[in-house]
Nanobody, 130 residues
Framework: EVQLVVSGGGLVQPGGSLTLSCIVS???????????VAWFRQAPGNEREGVAC????????YYGDFVKGRFTIARDNGRNTVLLQMNSLLAEDTARYYC????????????????????WGQGIQVTVSS
């Protein structure tokens, strides 16, 4: 029923910027604001880690320490879309990125936990290299 489609990945040089988009379908415009949405990433040989999350219509957010000041998560409830703007990218940011959503919106008092999210989009590759 609920589907998430992610786009915007690719290859960028260190210090560059990239924006990922997550479009959520299968929900009405009135229901989407109640969903919490998060971004995760996983590099080869590593565990999946939470990157950022946004709770609900109040737009409260939380970021992993490794991306604070560089990444921004935002939502457009009129378009059922969540964005992840990534700036000052590092080689260590290279990973496959995932968008996930769930309702009720989980708390954002810490880094997002994958097990709390019910709906997942496809992974999209982000590669940071010179």
């Amino acid at each position: 029923e609920v589907q998430l489609v992610v786009s915007g990945g690719g290859l960028v040089q260190p210090g560059g910027s990239l924006t990922l988009s997550c479009i959520v379908s299968g929900l009405t415009r009135s229901n989407f604001p109640y969903y919490g949405v998060a971004w995760f990433r996983q590099a080869p040989g590593n565990e999946r880690e939470g990157v950022a999350c946004i709770r609900s219509s109040d737009d409260s957010t939380y970021y992993g320490d490794f991306v604070k000041g560089r990444f921004t998560i935002a939502r457009d409830n009129g378009r059922n879309t969540v964005l992840l703007q990534m700036n000052s990218l590092l080689a260590e940011d290279t990973a496959r990125y995932y968008c996930a959503a769930t309702v009720p919106s989980p708390p954002v008092d810490g880094i997002p936990v994958a097990g709390l999210y019910d709906h997942w989009g496809q992974g999209i590759q982000v590669t940071v290299s010179s």
